[in-house]
C-alpha cells in the first residue's frame, strides 16, 4: 500500500519539483498539494493523508502552527508532520519539533533523504537532516534543567544501548543492525523509554540522553 502524501509550500516552482520527487517513487503517491498554511491544514484535515510535508514559512499559518495544530500535543489525531526549509536557525527546528514535527530537512538535503524522511515519519520514525541534528540537540542540552528529570523506573542494560544510539542519530533500522535485534524489538524498546522518561517522541528521548551525558 502507497504512503499517502500532503505537499504543501507557497512557491510553485518547489511544490511542483517536491511533487514530481515524490510521484516517481515507488510506494509513494501525492494525494494532495496547497500553496499556503491555511490550505495545507484544509486539505491535510480532509485527506488525512499517511504524511504532510510542509514548508516552514507559508503565508495565512507557518508551519509550524499547522504542525502544532495537526500533530502537537492537543490534536486529538494526530498526524505524521516532515518540515522542510531553506533556513537552517535553530529556531525553527527547536519550534517545528516542539509542535510535533516527525521529521526536519533543509531543502537542498536532495531527493534520498527526503524520501527517507517521508518514509520514517510514515512508519512513526522521525528523521532530522544529519547536518542539524548534533548543533540542534547540543542546544537542547545546553537549555535543559541543572537536575535532569529521572525515569519513572530504572532503564535496563539493553534500553540504555537503544538510547545511545537514537541521541546519536540512528534510524530504527540501523539499531536494529548494530545490536542484532528485531526491528519490532527495537520498536518495543524504544516506546518503553519513552514510557519511562515521560518523552513524547525520540527527539525528546535523544534531548535526556544529551541533558544525562549518556552521549
Given at each position: 500500500?502507497?504512503?499517502?502524501?500532503?505537499?504543501?509550500?507557497?512557491?510553485?516552482?518547489?511544490?511542483?519539483?517536491?511533487?514530481?520527487?515524490?510521484?516517481?517513487?515507488?510506494g509513494l503517491e501525492v494525494v494532495g498539494e496547497a500553496a499556503d498554511g491555511l490550505q495545507a491544514l484544509e486539505v491535510a484535515t480532509r485527506l488525512r493523508p499517511d504524511v504532510l510535508l510542509i514548508d516552514i514559512l507559508m503565508p495565512g499559518l507557518d508551519g509550524v502552527e499547522v504542525t502544532r495544530r495537526l500533530a502537537g500535543p492537543d490534536a486529538t489525531d494526530p498526524m505524521a508532520v516532515v518540515v522542510i526549509t531553506t533556513f537552517d536557525l535553530d529556531e525553527y527546528v527547536l519550534g517545528a519539533l516542539r509542535a510535533g514535527a516527525r521529521g526536519f530537512l533543509l531543502k537542498n538535503?536532495?531527493?534520498?533523504?527526503?524520501?527517507?524522511?517521508?518514509?520514517?515519519?510514515?512508519?512513526?520514525?522521525?528523521?532530522?537532516?544529519?547536518?542539524v541534528t548534533r548543533r540542534l540537540l547540543q542546544t537542547f542540552a545546553d537549555r535543559?534543567?541543572?537536575?535532569?528529570?529521572?525515569?519513572?523506573?530504572?532503564l535496563t542494560e539493553r534500553e540504555e544501548?537503544?538510547?545511545?544510539?537514537?541521541?546519536?542519530g540512528r534510524?530504527?533500522?540501523?539499531?536494529?543492525?548494530?545490536?542484532?535485534?528485531?526491528?519490532?524489538?527495537?520498536?518495543?524498546?524504544?516506546?518503553?523509554?519513552?514510557?519511562?522518561?515521560?518523552?513524547?517522541?525520540?527527539?525528546?528521548?535523544?534531548?535526556?540522553?544529551?541533558?544525562?551525558?549518556?552521549?
Open positions: 500500500m502507497s504512503i499517502r502524501v500532503v505537499v504543501a509550500d507557497d512557491q510553485d516552482l518547489v511544490r511542483a519539483g517536491l511533487v514530481m520527487i515524490l510521484g516517481a517513487q515507488p538535503a536532495g531527493p534520498q533523504l527526503l524520501v527517507q524522511a517521508i518514509h520514517a515519519a510514515a512508519n512513526g520514525d522521525a528523521l532530522i537532516a544529519p547536518n535543559a534543567p541543572a537536575t535532569p528529570t529521572q525515569p519513572l523506573h530504572p544501548e537503544v538510547l545511545v544510539l537514537v541521541a546519536r534510524s530504527n533500522a540501523e539499531i536494529a543492525a548494530e545490536l542484532f535485534i528485531s526491528l519490532s524489538t527495537v520498536k518495543t524498546h524504544i516506546a518503553s523509554l519513552m514510557a519511562k522518561l515521560g518523552a513524547r517522541n525520540r527527539v525528546e528521548v535523544a534531548i535526556w540522553a544529551y541533558d544525562t551525558k549518556r552521549v
